[in-house]
């Protein structure tokens, strides 16, 4: 395994696809500004998982992605609350920051979860996490995902009264597509989430349609993606897949070889690369 130079500045290369172990605020702080064009990541949830003894910083990751965020670039940041004795809104807090610090908020989305567990007997079934859109200024690529309409060919549809008040009728063509809401929604578990078992040796992967529709959305062949946070490697399978560059992190080495072997049996290989 090679290890990281650290007194280097690292700069990405045409054709960068690489896994990292460390803490992504000190990977990160090795690189120059404004080189990532998507980042699609999701945090640790409050104390929600045991991960492998992770550490957290979250306003230094902030800042860090902020400013390694190419202008126009976007960053996907997925996230949910810890729900006990009501919700601890650290999201929000999180989607505030990014914003105190200048990112622009693009949108708030939502991952809907077609199928959920029972989780409170005094409150409705949670079934969603946030998807906070945020960007470095306005988002530079937007390739909107469409889906198809409900009606469509050919009907007499009314337009505009004129002075007469007559409401006319004219024959016009409805659209075969429209773009989509901004709710997306996803089977979750196995062959949901992804048919990859060995994913599931991680205990919180996000959908790789998730993924995959963002870095579609936000992002263009060639372009270089992040997950900072990187658990199995969903973002990275999905961005190699579709001819992005990526770089994956994770302050985990377990974790790391998860996504080495997930990428590998797609036939992605990867550089693997330690802080330490
Ligand atoms: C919610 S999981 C990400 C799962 C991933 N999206 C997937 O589909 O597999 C969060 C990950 O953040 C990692 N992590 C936590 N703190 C970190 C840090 N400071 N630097 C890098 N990784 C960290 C954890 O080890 C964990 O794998």
Known sequence: MQQIDTTATWQPSTDTAKLIIGNCVDVMRRWPD???????TSP?????????GYDFPFEAIATELYRVTAQGGVLVWVVGDRI???RSLTSFRQALYFQKI??????????QKKNTPFMRSNAYTNAYEFMFIMSKGKPSTFNPL???????????????KLPDGINKKTLKQLKKEKTRTNI???AVGLGGTTKDKI?????????????????????????????????????????LLNGRRFIGIDISAEYIDIARQRLADCG???????ES
């Not at 640790?44 to 492998?52: F, G």
């Not at 469409?146 to 505009?160: A, F």
């Not at 599931?200 to 870095?215: D, N, S, T």
């Not at 992605?268 to 330690?274: D, F, G, K, N, T």
């Open 34 to 40: 404004n080189i990532i064009q998507l980042t699609v």
């Open 44 to 52: 640790p949830y409050d104390s929600l998982r045991d991960y492998r």
């Open 84 to 86: 006990k004795n009501g």
């Open 102 to 111: 200048g990112f622009f908020a693009h949108d708030i989305m939502i991952y």
């Open 146 to 160: 469409k889906e198809p309409t409900q009606r469509h060919g050919y009907e007499m549809l009314p337009h505009n």
């Open 184 to 186: 997306w929604s996803y």
């Open 199 to 239: 994913a599931f040796r991680h205990p919180a992967v996000f959908p790789e349609k998730l993924a995959l529709e963002h870095i579609l959305s936000w992002s263009n062949p060639g372009d270089l993606v992040l997950d900072p946070m990187c658990g199995s490697g969903t973002t990275g399978k999905m961005a």
């Open 268 to 274: 992605l290989s990867v550089a693997i690369e330690s």
